[in-house]
Nanobody
Framework: QLVESGGGSVQPGGSLRLSCAASGFTLGYYAIGWFRQAPGKEREGVSLMTDGGDTYYLDSVKGRFTISRDNAKDTVSLQMNSLKPEDTAVYYC???????????????????WGQGTQVTVSS
């Protein structure tokens, strides 16, 4: 089971930090992706941290979002800076084993999902 935390409401330009933790298994052995889904839109991949530490980002969040892994706490975090109204969505973390990197943005490539946390960016 995956559990996200850290969502909330911020003004444009603000920051939030999301965290993903697992119960029942060790996150460090898996690739962890962050996805988001806005009302009426498909779920989209935002960022990926592979088990080897490689990182990938959706073009629209590059330079603003940073994914990181804390092995001591066994968590994966998504630091979101310079937030925009279009970042408003429910954010999910998901885990998978071996992943063909070309498909990292495909929700179907992931095995386990958290329940999601709401991020609202509004003035």
């Amino acid at each position: 089971q995956l559990v996200e935390s850290g969502g909330g409401s911020v003004q444009p330009g603000g920051s939030l930090r999301l965290s993903c933790a697992a119960s029942g298994f060790t996150l460090g052995y898996y690739a962890i992706g962050w996805f988001r889904q806005a009302p009426g839109k498909e779920r989209e991949g935002v960022s990926l941290m592979t088990d080897g530490g490689d990182t990938y980002y959706l073009d629209s969040v590059k330079g603003r979002f940073t994914i990181s892994r804390d092995n001591a706490k066994d968590t994966v975090s998504l630091q979101m800076n310079s937030l925009k109204p279009e970042d408003t969505a429910v954010y999910y973390c998901a885990s998978t084993g071996p992943l063909a990197i070309d498909f990292w943005t495909s929700a179907g490539a992931y095995d386990y999902w958290g329940q999601g946390t709401q991020v609202t960016v509004s003035s």
